[in-house]
């Protein structure tokens, strides 16, 4: 009993992995200046591709009706399956650093300004001065 239910848990887990994915070749795509038009970079996958999949035709589907998401803010919410599977996994000390990766990914993206970042770029200031962007620089 709940094996179904755990299942599809870990089905979800798998799936936050994928779209994170997914989303991080798309940014390093869109950010470089040699490919002019990712969203037909990302179509020519969905055609003898090792990772073609239903995502990936979401993907092009949703560029076709934004082409480079424009309209959508950065944030993801959690809808718990992959909380619970890391919480699964914890439980039974397996490794899922993919799955966790993702979850923590759209933490990330709830924060408009990473109290983290700010102690990372206060310690590189600090040990090897390197520049800062401060809170007067980003207004």
């Known amino acids: 009993v709940g094996a179904g239910h755990f299942a599809k848990m870990v089905h979800n887990g798998i799936e936050y992995a994928m779209m994170q994915a997914y989303a991080e070749g798309w940014e390093l795509l869109e950010k470089v200046h040699s490919v002019t038009d990712v969203r037909e970079v990302f179509r020519s996958w969905q055609e003898g591709t090792v990772i ?80 800062v962007t401060t809170a007067a620089d980003k207004a």
Not at 52 to 57: E, F, H, I, Q
Not at 64 to 71: P, S
């Open 52 to 131: 073609r999949s239903w995502l990936l035709d979401l993907a092009v589907n949703a560029l076709d009706e934004d082409e480079h998401l424009d309209k959508l803010k950065g944030y993801a919410e959690d809808s718990g399956e992959g909380r619970w599977t890391v919480e699964a996994a914890i439980d039974q000390a397996v490794p899922l650093p993919a799955i966790t990766a993702s979850l923590f990914a759209r933490f990330a993206s709830r924060q408009d300004d990473s109290p983290q970042m700010k102690m990372i770029a206060a310690l590189r200031n600090q040990f090897g001065g390197h520049a």
